[in-house]
Structures are given as C-alpha cells and as structure tokens.
C-alpha cells in the first residue's frame, strides 16, 4: 500500500468535508436531477459540493494507485447482487456513472487510510437518503442501488444477455464493457438532468 503521505488522498483528508453543508447542497438541488442510480463526477459534484466530491474522487484515485479494489477483485459488488458485476471485468464496467451506494459506502479495508472521513461520507449519505422529502420517493429509490433492478429495470433487462454472454465466455469483456456503457448512456439520456 503507498505511503499516505504520497497519496492525493492526504489533502482531501486534511481538507476534510462540511457535512452538514453537504446534506443542504444535496437537498437544495436534487429535485433537479430526474434520477440519481447512475450519475457523472460532475453530477455528484453538484449534488454533494466540491469539498465532499474532493473528497470521493480522492479515495477512488487512492484505490486506483494502491490498488485496492482491483486486488480485492469486488467482493463488494459480487455480494451485493449487482447485476453489472463480472470477474472478467478488470473493474466495474459503468465507474464513470457508479452509483452513490458504490461512491459513498466504502469498506472496512478503507478506514486504514482515513476512518474518519469514510465515516463522514457514509453519514452525509445516510442523512440524504432518510432526509424527510426523499426517504419515501423515487430519490430514495434510486439511490439504494444496486442491485440496479429496482430503479432501473428496463437497463437491467437490456444488459443481462450481454452479461449472460461475458459470463458463458461467448462474448469479450471489452466488447461486453461497451454494449453495458451504451445501455447506461441510453438510460441516462432518457432520464435527463433538468435545466436550472
Ligand atoms: S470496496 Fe472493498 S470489498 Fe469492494 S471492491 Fe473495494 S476493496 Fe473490495
Ligand atoms: S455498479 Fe457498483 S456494485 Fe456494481 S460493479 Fe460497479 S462498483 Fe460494483
């Protein structure tokens, strides 16, 4: 594992994160969002604020550089059911658009590197998840993916024979990757963010 102190992660930590500000940057703009299951770095930006995005993509550049989900090989996702999820894939095929369950809730094998931030990202999380106007709705829905069945059912359906055949090995993980981007790309544009 790199030195913590080589790591990009050592400013975002000492950066730290505002989370209550966090809670009312996400509550102040979601309603905007058509849905939330799979969205951009750029998105989860505006939906969480630059401090706590800072700090997301500086634990994903810290397990890219270490390591550390590639050598686990997604125990995470094979668990939880996700119906993207794949041995053959070197990593999760939809990364550019993962879901906030897959950005905000990092394991155990994290908080050697910063508990306390990880701990502060999965409470911003959880406070936007049970917040009063959005525990009950498709917001919420959508953000307890994966698995990505619930909120997305029609992408989950188009992609399974895709899945099917990486599994069987009649079909290229590569070439798999592509066809379950597209599906993502296709989910998306007919789930636009609304304009401000
Ligand atoms: S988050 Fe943890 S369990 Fe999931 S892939 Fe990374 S190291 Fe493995
Ligand atoms: S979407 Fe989430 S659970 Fe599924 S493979 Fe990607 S990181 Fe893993």
């Known amino acids: 594992m790199p ?6 992660l050592r400013q975002g930590a000492e950066a730290g994160v505002d989370e209550a500000g966090a809670i009312d940057t996400f ?14 770095d750029e998105e989860v930006r505006e939906l969480f604020g630059a401090d706590s995005a800072a700090a997301l993509a500086a634990f994903d550049r810290y397990s ?18 996700c119906e993207v999820y794949s041995p ?14 897959c950005r905000f809730h990092f394991c155990h094998r994290f908080d050697v ?3 306390q931030l990880v701990i502060a990202l999965r409470d911003i999380f959880l406070a936007c998840y049970t917040a009063d106007q959005i525990s009950r709705g498709t917001i919420a829905k959508s953000m307890s993916v994966p698995p990505l069945e619930t909120a997305c059912p029609a992408l989950v359906a188009n992609v399974q024979p895709v899945m099917d055949a990486v599994r069987e090995g009649s079909l290229d993980p590569q070439n798999g990757i592509e066809l379950i981007r597209k599906e993502v790309e296709r989910y998306r544009r007919r789930h636009l963010v609304a304009s401000t």
């Open 113 to 115: 590197v910063d508990k």
């Open 27 to 40: 509550l102040g703009t979601v309603g905007r969002f058509a849905q939330v299951a799979l969205l951009t």
């Open 3 to 8: 030195e913590l102190a080589a790591s990009p």
């Open 88 to 101: 053959r894939f070197q990593e999760c095929p939809i990364h550019a658009t993962r879901p906030l369950l």
């Open 64 to 81: 890219r550089e270490s390591g550390l989900c590639s050598s686990c090989g997604g125990v995470c996702c094979s668990e939880i059911g």
